[in-house]
């Protein structure tokens, strides 16, 4: 049975070779690969890699692609493990009639047609007539070598001469029309040369061949760039331009990153950013976020740094939700206001836009900026906008353990947002130190003791904190006379009608702890921080309280946040509210290297 290599090509485009070969060996990251151990013969040390298009055994020389691997694994027939993956794939295989066999025949043609145009642009360019074409691009700052690397050309300044000499060679005119060189009207007229006055940037699919043209007019006219029409070779929406060039250097450890255009690609190329690729003129697509995850688990994507470039951020991170998984995620970089990659490497040279992609911000990070610029948080109505949109972008990720990570991530960053604006509005400026803890103090094991007393004496003067910090509290590990203390508050806690300050002390007082409580809200030795006095708002008593507990069990605190913005999630009232802007605004200041100890 034959099959058409165009069939065979959109197979392995739609076939991840890691998820094919990790059903039987098992796989691990190394670098922009898999590794794991050969399981065509016996090894303890992986010598085993899975590129983005093909496998390689370095102890017995194992090699092939997904078709290949099915067969030497399961010692299937060429056939049977076609027809396995294209089920797998949702592809249904080409049965062999006579028209299949005639259409593949003139695809083959076609590639031959496009290939003969190619080289006729190319000489063009340095012949007379292609003069001021080959001074543009040298203007651009281009070598003749990345030209020729390229196979950039010039189309003539009239039309009809391709179609002349394509003639000679007997192409008839329908086969330049299906190429997508001409344009037939259908209106009896003869068929016109698409591309003329213009600089010509072939286009080629990922093995290198080409299967279409993007042209750039010199002078007056539009469009200024111009693609080739859909084909049967080309289609837009499944092309990258420049895919051919970064396989390799991705495969060798190229940052992939999306630009906008052809000149983008070529001087990043020619800067040695040769991950570059890009979209044909369109919005990016499904298909072509999928041919950058088979070079790299993430790509960066690069935007303008005006409010278009954000509104194609926004776009780009909206169509990858669904696609994302553990393995494979996006980054997004903004370019300075003004600047293009191909300017941005003129100008600024190699550094500034290596500056770029090492600013390029994880998708997360980004995903909420986003989302927050589109409607703003200023008010009420606003905030709770961002918030069902936070949830809905969270919830289109298809992999459930990955949505949860991002809603999480997301509602973080939200409440963190809303605590700083509690703040402010509860006091002005938020506090330059650590929610008003004591001044440093010699040696940590004083240190651990002082905040230990300060946790009992924060609960002292704000008992209703107990209710949300009471497991928390019971994993602190205390000196007798406050893990004396502690007891009877949580004991007393259990049974009180209200939780009042001035009754708790009072019962203390009546069962003997008199001297513990002294002792915790005593200020001779060290003064107690502002958050453990009884004029303290409850939200900066609570912070405070958690701020110092995480000073003392900081992966215990991240998990509060986390368990804080799930509960929240499911039951969103006003005490998970308030015990979120706590909790983040407790963890905020731990990241932002406040010990805890500092002065007022």
Known sequence: MSLSPAFLDELRARTPLSAVIGRRV?????????????????????????????????????????????????????????????????????????????????????????????????????LPEGARAL???????????????????????????????????????????????????????????????????????????????????????QPKYLNGPETALFSKRRTLFGLDAAREPARHGAIVLAVEGYMDVIALHQAGFGGAVAPLGTALTEEQ?????????????????????????????????????PERTLRLAALPPGEDPDTLVRRGGNDAFQAVLNAARPLADALFDLLRETGGDTTPEQRAGLRAKLDEAAGRIRDKGLAAEYRRALLERFYARRASSFTRRNGGKPPPRALGVPRPVPGEQTATAERCRTLLAILLRHPNLLHDVEEALGSVELPPPLALLRGEILH????????????????????????????????????????????AQPAEAEAGWWHIFGLMHRGRLE??????????????????????????????????????????
């Open 26 to 126: 098992k796989l691990s990251r190394s670098g922009r690969q898999w590794k794991g151990c050969c399981p065509f013969h016996g090894e303890k040390t992986p010598s085993f890699y899975v590129y983005d298009d093909h496998y390689h055994c370095f102890g017995c020389g194992a090699h092939g692609d997904a078709v290949s691997f099915v067969m030497q694994s399961q010692g299937a027939g060429f056939v049977e493990a076609v027809e396995q993956l294209a089920s797998e794939a949702g592809m249904e295989v080409p049965k062999p009639t006579p028209a299949a066999a005639e259409a593949e025949r003139r695809r083959l043609d076609l590639h031959a047609v496009l290939e003969a145009a190619a080289a006729r642009f190319r000489k063009r360019l340095f």
């Open 559 to 600: 998990e509060e946040v986390v368990a804080a913005s799930r509960d929240f999630a499911s039951r969103p009232d006003d005490a998970a509210q308030r015990r979120l802007i706590a909790l983040c605004t407790a963890r905020d200041a731990l990241r932002r290297g406040e010990q805890g100890l500092e002065g007022e």
């Open 135 to 221: 001074a543009y691009l040298r203007g651009r700052g281009l070598s003749d070598d990345t030209i020729a690397r390229f196979g950039l050309g010039w189309s003539g300044e009239g039309r009809g001469a391709l179609t002349a000499e394509l003639a000679r060679e007997d192409v008839p005119p329908d086969m330049l029309v299906q190429a997508g060189l001409v344009t037939d009207n259908g209106d009896g007229r003869p068929p016109r040369e698409l591309f003329f006055n213009r600089v010509i940037f072939p286009i080629r699919d990922r093995r290198g061949r080409t299967i279409s043209f993007g042209g750039r007019i010199l002078g007056d006219g």
């Open 492 to 535: 007393w806690s259990t049974s009180a009608e209200a939780l009042d300050s001035d009754d708790l002390i009072t019962h203390l007082t009546q069962v003997g702890l008199a001297a513990e409580v002294e002792q915790a809200l005593s200020a001779v030795t060290f003064p107690l921080p502002a958050c453990a006095l009884p004029e």
């Open 289 to 325: 976020l999928e041919e950058m995850w088979r070079l790299s688990p993430a790509p960066v994507l690069c935007f303008d740094g005006d409010a278009a470039g954000g509104r194609a951020a926004a776009r780009a991170a909206e169509l990858a939700l669904p696609f994302l998984t």
